[in-house]
């Protein structure tokens, strides 16, 4: 009988479903305008040489912590109960803290890159 106090009907199941399915594509227009203009950008602001590639690599975490974020909502839609809602919830805070120690490892050693080279 506990049990079906966390039952979540169908329709606002589906209705979820589509709800991340539009903030998904919704996102991914933004983020291809986004890099449309980091494409056609040809200064970037503080005369920095990678600062192009600096921006592209934020955008692309970027773009890569947002999908993870959906993926967890997809899944969490389909969560049974709340302890399958805690286990993905701690799964996707471990693997989002390692993402970004290695995004950050990596944008420092970008930004790293210019100074080094003189």
């Known amino acids: 009988m506990v049990e079906s106090i966390y039952q ?10 589509k709800s991340v399915e539009q903030a998904r594509k ?7 305008a986004a890099q449309k203009a980091l494409d056609t950008s040809s200064d970037m602001p503080f005369g920095l040489p ?5 921006s592209n690599k934020a955008l692309s975490f970027a773009e890569a ?3 993870a974020a959906f993926d967890l909502a997809q899944k969490l839609v389909h969560a049974k109960d709340p302890q399958e809602v805690f286990k993905l919830q701690s799964e996707f805070v ?6 970004i120690q290695e995004q950050t490892k990596e944008l420092g050693a970008t930004f790293q890159r210019p100074t080094t080279k003189s």
């Open 8 to 17: 979540i009907p169908t329709e606002v199941r589906d209705f979820a479903e």
């Open 26 to 32: 919704a996102f991914e227009n933004f983020a291809g």
């Open 50 to 54: 990678a600062a192009k590639e600096v």
């Open 65 to 67: 912590n947002v999908n």
């Open 94 to 99: 471990q693997a989002q803290l390692h993402a």
